[in-house]
């Protein structure tokens, strides 16, 4: 869409904690001049794995740097890290990072997340970049379970200069996103971002309750909701992907928007959500501002992990 456009540089700044624990962990292996051998592949196996690439998409990336070494593409350290470069973004077709838009009428996005995660800071972000590039957009608080997370929303809400529906805490969540839906259509809205309770995916109940908003959304919004995106903290590590598996048998994720990655030397999760899940890293939290979102772009990403 380039609403979410951010320069390699931008995204570089950012990811200074985990790019400082990457090279650390690397520059201790691929010493200058070191040939490649089974040794060197154990140890940097080992050292992915402890920097949250994930063991399945560690294992792969070793086997490929194996045939690269044995095929004599590769053969000394100074390959291995051009090499990696080039196998992780081919994790990442190009279209299925972009936002999902409606033919014809209100894009419906269905958020979801446990508490604690970043979760309506992402769709203020998300919220105003949208608003920002000329979109009417309108926000529904669904999670009602807690009168500060309606009232957090409605601070964003006034904040970036985006709409809000809302019901007295406590209401029935199902019930604002059928309001907001109509409230969508009726007013021509580019955009509705509903908002759900911060579910821990461990709770049968709360995620039934969001599966009954997913419902209703599809019944009041033709194709909707459009992007299912689960926000996921950073910081979690390994933890996220447990997450991602769980949400996604309720409401069938569409795309991942991973906060706090400004905050966290564990950003190699982004690779092995991708790869372990086949679920899209769609945008990225680089901060605190209502600005401080990008569209996830696997070039920049790449270069900054292991610049």
Known sequence: ??????????????????????RSSLSSILTLGRKIDEQLLTELEETLIRDDIGVETTQRLIEDLRTGWKSRQISSSEDVIPFLKDKIRGYWPPQDRKLNIAAAGPTAILVAGINGSGKTTSIAKLAYTLSQGGKKVIVAACDTFRAAAVEQLSIWAERTGVQIVKHKSGSDPAA?????????????????????????HTQKHLMDELGKIRSVVAKKIPGGPHEVILVIDGTTGQNAIMQAKVFTEVIQVTGIFLAKLDGTARGGIVIAIREMLNIPVKFVGLGEQPEDIAEFDPDGFVEALFN
Not at 1 to 22: A, E, H, P, W
């Open 176 to 200: 604002v996103a059928y309001d907001a839906c109509e409230a969508a259509v009726a007013r021509g809205a580019d955009f509705v971002i509903l908002d759900t309770a911060g579910r821990l």
């Open 1 to 22: 869409m380039g609403l979410f456009s951010k320069t390699v540089q931008y995204i570089n700044d950012r990811l200074d904690k985990t790019r400082s624990k990457i």
